[in-house]
Nanobody, 113 residues
Framework: VQLQASGGGLVQAGGSLRLSCAASGSIFSINAMAWYRQAPGKHRELVAAIDSGGTTNYVGAVKGRFTISRDNAKNTVYLQMNSLKPEDTAVYYC????????WGQGTQVTVSS
């Protein structure tokens, strides 16, 4: 499976971005998917996950601000990010939840104060 994230950019604190991640292959719809992020000098961390039925979970730092969703017909998972903070600055990646496939390139999100 190949993963291509897009939609990142530079935004001021309080702004919004919508990330997209397209996955190749026909097995996308049966897998739980997730968004991860890696800030400079830090380990990659889980941000949000969505199972095949649409149930979502979020880490505490983004709960209430970020929304993960998926479109199985398009093999795409989304991350709507609102009320962005400088500490959200990172490279964002999508992947299968827990049992990761190979990582794609990710998309850079930079939030200025």
């Amino acid at each position: 499976v190949q993963l291509q994230a897009s939609g990142g950019g530079l935004v001021q604190a309080g702004g919004s971005l919508r990330l997209s991640c397209a996955a190749s292959g026909s097995i996308f719809s049966i897998n739980a998917m997730a968004w991860y992020r890696q800030a400079p000098g830090k380990h990659r961390e889980l941000v949000a996950a969505i199972d095949s039925g649409g149930t979502t979970n979020y880490v505490g730092a983004v709960k209430g601000r970020f929304t993960i969703s998926r479109d199985n017909a398009k093999n795409t998972v989304y991350l709507q990010m609102n009320s962005l903070k400088p500490e959200d600055t990172a490279v964002y990646y999508c992947n299968r939840f827990l049992q990761n496939w190979n990582w794609g390139q990710g998309t850079q999100v930079t939030v200025s104060s």
